[in-house]
């Protein structure tokens, strides 16, 4: 593609799709959830993020949604991610494999898992390789169970990491970025700044640079994944971080990396690690 036709194609696209800024002081940052065990308040919004952060405030991208879209999350009976959540449930009791064990023979109700999910993607010492909450379930799996490992961003598996998320929902995120891990952050890093595409755009442009203005009649979010998996009422299921990653990279003409990639973990780290101080929010409703 020549230069000047991709440059106007740019050109047409910010125009068309970027409308308006949403005024900080406008939105609705109250969010409490009600849950089972009693009401979970929310963190959406960080005002003194963390020494480094890019980003000036955080924001969750609850807070940007429409009423109607934000009002399903409030209460967990409302929430349609919650279906896919009680099929996890189903599965974390139910023995598989050739050993014959459940995930609870092992670790108990689910809530054994509070706290995890605020930490991962991380560095482990003894597997010596960057861990995604995905890849601790297959480690599971294979491991104590004989059973085969689910796919990386397939339903069951992105259920099972809603059902294990959820246990840590209210706490704020904490992702280590030093240490043996700094390495895959800094390829998350080059890789939100890196222009791909047709379009020629990185993730920063949009929900760094253009966070709270309009594209395809919705507003752009920070991107952050706090909230994940997520159930989108556009597609009416749960979907997975690298899923949504995946579809961010078709929508600006780019050859998305394989969920589950090296590429993709290293971008989920550092995308995580833009969010540290958010709460733990999954399974989210969005757009």
Request: glycine fraction near 10%; hydrophobic fraction near 35%; charge should be positive.
């Amino acid at each position: 593609m020549k230069k000047t036709t991709r440059t106007a194609m740019i050109g047409a696209f910010l125009a068309a799709s970027l409308a308006f800024s949403a005024q900080a002081g406008g939105m609705n940052t109250e969010l409490v959830i009600d849950t089972d065990n009693g009401p979970v308040k929310i963190i959406t919004h960080v005002k003194n993020p963390p020494k480094g952060s890019p980003l000036s405030e955080l924001y969750s991208g609850w807070v940007f949604r429409s009423k109607e879209t934000q009002a399903l999350e409030t209460d967990d009976f409302d929430n349609p991610g919650m279906i896919f959540v009680e099929q996890a449930r189903d599965a974390w009791n139910t023995p598989d494999g050739t050993v014959g064990k459940s995930c609870a023979d092992c670790h108990g109700d689910p809530s054994s898992m509070k706290g995890l999910r605020t930490v991962l993607p991380r560095w482990d010492a003894k597997l010596g390789k960057l861990m995604t909450l995905e890849d601790y379930v297959n480690e599971s799996r294979v491991k104590y169970m004989g059973a085969k490992p689910w796919k990386y961003g397939g339903g069951q598996l992105t259920a099972m990491v809603a059902l294990i998320s959820m246990q840590s929902r209210g706490m704020p995120v904490n992702v280590k970025t030093d240490g043996p891990v700094r390495k895959f952050w800094e390829l998350g890093k080059k890789l939100y700044y890196t222009r791909v595409g047709q379009l020629d755009m990185a993730c920063s442009n949009c929900h760094e640079d253009n966070y709270g203005k309009y594209i395809r009649a919705d507003h752009l979010s920070q991107g952050q994944i706090n909230g994940f998996p997520a159930y989108r009422l556009k597609n009416a299921k749960l979907n997975s971080v690298h899923g949504r990653f995946k579809g961010c990279m078709k929508n600006i003409r780019a050859t998305p990396y394989k969920v589950g990639s090296d590429e993709f973990k290293a971008l989920e780290l550092y995308v995580a690690s833009r969010g540290n101080g958010l709460s733990v929010e999954a399974p989210s409703v969005r757009n």
